[in-house]
Structures are given as C-alpha cells and as structure tokens.
C-alpha cells in the first residue's frame, strides 16, 4: 500500500523543538485532529488547535489562514488514507473473491484503526459545509471508480453497470463497518468482515472473470 502521511498525535512532538515546515503542519493537523475529534468543528477554537500543538496562534495561522481550511487539509489526509486502502485491496490480488474480503476489510481496518479519522470524514457536524462535503463527495466517487474499473474490467460488464455493482459493494462495506464501529464492536472485527465478504461474494460471484 501506498504510504499516506497522517498526522501525529499531538504530544508526539516535543514543544520547543524547530521543526521543518512539512513536519510541522503534520503537527498541527495531529493537534487539530484531537479537538475536532473530541469538540466537533463549530465547537473548536484555533485557540485550542494552537494550545494541543504547543505553538501561539500565529505560527498555526502561518500553515492554516482559516479554521475552515485547517479543517478541510485534515479532511482530505484522512479521504485520501480511505482511497489509498482501497485502491490496495483491489490492486493486491487478481482474485475476486479475495478482492472482495480485502476491499471489506479496508473499510473495517480504518474505522477500526482509529474511529476518529473515520468521524471526521463520514460523521462530520460540518458535512453542509460546501466545501469540506465536497472532499468527503469525492473520496466516495474515488472509492467507486476504483472498484468499477476492477469489476468493467473482470465482469466484462459496461462502466454504468459496473458502476451500479460498486456503489452497492461501497455502500454496503461503509454502511456496515460504520454500524459495526457504532454498535460497540459487539462482533469481533475478523468475523465481521467474514461475514460481510461472504455476502457480497455471493452476489458478485454470479459476474465471471471474462478472462475465463
């Protein structure tokens, strides 16, 4: 899988230490992760982005002008991680059946991996926000059309067929691990996943790869 920078947590830079700029803004979004996670975006104040990072307002206004598009770069870190996961779990095998487990089990790792990252992208209190709905939009769109070139290309199905069997495997691997995260975890996650490739397998099953 492709490497995505992610923002650290954070303490996970010592206060004091002059760091390059590309390090510090992972900083900064670190910080602005944990208040938006824990206060929501109305709620947060730059102030307390500044405060969580250890620097004064004004070197966090240097990287990020506006609290909407400090919001917004964190947004895009974490669409981008979803789209990466994916586009591996489909790129990593040309199996079918094990294209659909690893493509479920993106899904569960991330909500799994740090539920966080996966409120700020699909359970935001600022998704009518134009232009952060915008980025969430088009991680969705990028999910999809990663799953359809795999399917036009094995199924031998035209693109908007092909794309009616993607948004139902996304939608169904969103809407589930977004269930399983909400519900407590009461399934274990290896089962969950199981569970939910076995259905989704069934029904894409019925589509042979035309090679054979």
């Known amino acids: 899988m492709t490497d995505i920078a992610r923002p650290p947590t954070a303490t996970a830079v010592q206060r004091g230490v002059r760091l390059s700029r590309d390090a510090r803004r992972a900083q900064l979004l670190g910080a602005a992760r944990d208040v938006f996670a824990a206060q929501g975006y109305h709620a947060a104040a730059m102030d307390d982005i500044a405060d969580r ?6 070197v966090l ?17 974490y669409a981008e991680e979803l789209v990466g996961r994916l586009r591996h779990a489909i790129e990593q095998t040309t199996n079918n059946e094990q294209r659909i487990r690893a493509a479920v089990s993106a899904y569960f790792d991330f909500v799994a991996g740090e539920g966080r990252s996966y409120r700020l992208v699909f359970a935001s209190d600022l998704r009518s926000e134009p232009e952060a709905a915008a980025v969430v939009d088009q991680a969705l769109t990028d999910c999809i059309n990663v799953v359809t070139d795999a399917v036009t290309t094995d199924a031998g199905l035209d693109r908007e067929r092909a794309r009616l069997l993607a948004v139902g495997l996304v939608g169904l691997s969103q809407v589930t691990a977004q269930y399983w995260l909400d519900s407590g975890r009461a399934v274990p996650q290896a089962e969950a996943v199981e569970l939910m490739s076995r259905l989704a397998w069934r029904g894409i099953a019925h589509f042979p790869m035309v090679h054979d």
């Open 61 to 77: 206004y240097q990287h990020f002008p506006s609290k909407l598009e400090l919001y917004r770069a964190l947004l895009t870190t």
């Open 53 to 58: 990072a250890g620097v004064s307002k004004p």
